[in-house]
């Protein structure tokens, strides 16, 4: 029973989808020529159940670079199993913190948060989920602990969203503002998350140390072989790789406005030997870095190609042999499907709500319980379309259009995006819709009900607290 405990959870949740279409009439929005938006109310557009078959291989069409991302990375750890530095490099971190394992744990949910804050790498920082895991449960702690390291820190760093475009950048676009709106209080509330964090993570940490570690680690680290076998050329790969990775996504031309990246874009695209564009036809279409921010077309697959020559690069320098190669991709693919299929079926849900609009139906009766702007109903509404809605872009899409049309006096806008971007990434600790927790609970084999008797403490005070800055926002 408890082996299928995230799918009976995800099935429970597209049945619950399911019924808010026969239960609730469609609402949606329409910008009409003169870009105003105008509310559409529309009769019950029921999802029958011969029809729901057909979104699973929807989400695979929309959301295929979710998919393929995670399964490059299963590739790319499937192929570092295979070779003696990977593992010793894990030895030597264990070996490096033996006795300050907290200072471990400390100083990786700092980093993964100020890097996803800063960058809005949000499934690309599951590229070191994998190694991050494997360290954890290596010091002798549990599942738990690794889950709420990795997951809670990501989030963190999604509530807390600096710079980050791939966070901010619908919230921006409808609400008329620019990364540097209330980039104080976002700080503040970075903060505050990664202090909440570390101290839970702490707290728990010694409660929740592994009574069978070889068993439980088997899984997740490679067996030991050569152990003189120099991890160095493997950090490097590694490092150089992740580098890449967060230069990416920051968004230099927008937020600090430096053009480097774009000039050297500009440059490579307009070489030319004899005429004829060398590099752009033998690279490809190459975006400035600052510009990889979508989920859905060139740089989410440019993101898997670097990971792939990451792979090869460590087969190079291991000197693994091609069939060991393929070997250790193949395996590492089939062990990142599971997750990877659990994030598509969650997928399913935005799908519901997209093609069958009733959750407006929902915002619009609880904003109106309230004259005017309301921290109240604007927290729910908000935590809402963050489970409705399964990923923040969406989000803003589906609850921004309406906002604007009734809250008219702009100075609450950037409250309102502070809010949107904080309760998300806190209510994603513990949603059945969360693609990143589910996922990460999958390759754990976690049950959904064991993570929420663990996490619920710490995510009622980060609502408590991130309601009280709200408050103080609006009385300022």
């Known amino acids: 029973m408890k082996k299928h405990n995230l799918l009976k959870v995800i099935l429970i949740t597209i049945v619950v989808a399911l019924l808010l279409t026969w239960l609730l009439p469609t609402t949606s929005t329409q910008m009409d020529s003169y870009g105003q938006y105008t509310v559409i109310e529309g009769a019950r557009e029921q999802l029958g159940l011969l029809d729901l078959f057909t979104y699973p291989t929807l989400t695979l069409y929309y959301f295929t670079t979710v998919f393929v991302f995670v399964l490059v990375t299963g590739a790319f750890y499937g192929v570092l199993s295979k070779t003696s530095a990977y593992r010793n490099l894990l030895d030597k971190i264990v070996k490096k913190f033996k006795g300050k394992e907290s200072i471990f744990l400390a100083?990786?949910?700092?980093?993964?948060?100020?890097?996803?804050?800063l960058s809005g790498l949000n499934y690309a920082m599951l590229f070191l989920f994998p190694m991050v895991i494997s360290v954890i449960l290596l010091m002798g702690y549990n599942k738990l602990?690794?889950?709420?390291?990795?997951?809670?820190s990501l989030l963190v760093g999604i509530m807390g969203t600096t710079y980050g475009l791939e966070n901010l950048g619908g919230m921006t676009?409808?609400?008329?503002?620019?990364?540097?709106?209330?980039?104080?209080?976002?700080?503040l509330i970075l903060a505050v998350g990664i202090v909440l964090l570390v101290f839970f993570v702490l707290t728990t940490a010694k409660k929740n140390k592994s009574k069978n570690k070889n068993e439980l680690i088997a899984s997740y680290v490679p067996e030991a072989k050569d152990k003189k076998k120099s991890v160095w050329p493997l950090v490097v790969i590694f490092d150089l790789t992740l580098l890449v990775m967060v230069l990416a996504y920051i968004p230099w031309e927008s937020a600090f406005n430096i053009t480097l990246f774009s000039d050297i874009a500009d440059w490579i695209s307009n070489f030319s030997i004899f005429n004829f564009p060398i590099l752009s036809k033998v690279l490809g279409t190459i975006l400035p870095y600052g510009q990889w921010t979508s989920l859905t077309q060139t740089p989410f697959f440019n993101l898997a190609s670097i990971i792939l020559i990451a792979s090869v690069l460590v087969a190079l320098c291991s000197k693994l042999k091609l069939n060991d190669y393929l070997e250790g991709a193949i395996s590492g693919v089939k062990k990142a499907l599971k997750p990877a299929l659990i994030m598509m079926a969650l997928y399913t849900v935005l799908l519901i709500m997209t093609f069958h609009p009733v959750q407006l139906t929902i915002y619009k009766a609880i904003l109106g319980l309230s004259k005017g702007f309301n921290i109240v109903t604007m927290g729910v509404v908000g935590i809402l379309a963050s489970i409705l809605n399964v990923d923040m872009a969406y989000t803003a899409q589906g609850i921004l259009p309406y906002v604007t049309l009734i809250f008219t006096d702009t100075t609450y806008y950037p409250l309102i995006a502070v809010m949107l971007q904080s309760l998300y990434a806190t209510t994603m600790l513990l949603a059945p819709t969360s693609v990143i927790l589910m996922g990460t609970l999958a390759y754990l084999n976690v049950s959904y009900k064991d993570w929420l008797k663990y996490v619920w403490k710490l995510v009622v005070a980060l609502f408590a607290l991130l309601f009280i800055i709200f408050t103080i926002l609006l009385l300022v």
Not at 145 to 152: D, E, I, K, L, R
Not at 181 to 187: A, D, F, Q
């Open 107 to 117: 100083l990786t949910i700092f980093c993964i948060a100020i890097l996803t804050s």
């Open 145 to 152: 602990v690794a889950a709420s390291v990795t997951v809670g």
């Open 173 to 187: 676009s409808y609400l008329g503002l620019t990364a540097q709106s209330e980039i104080l209080t976002k700080v």
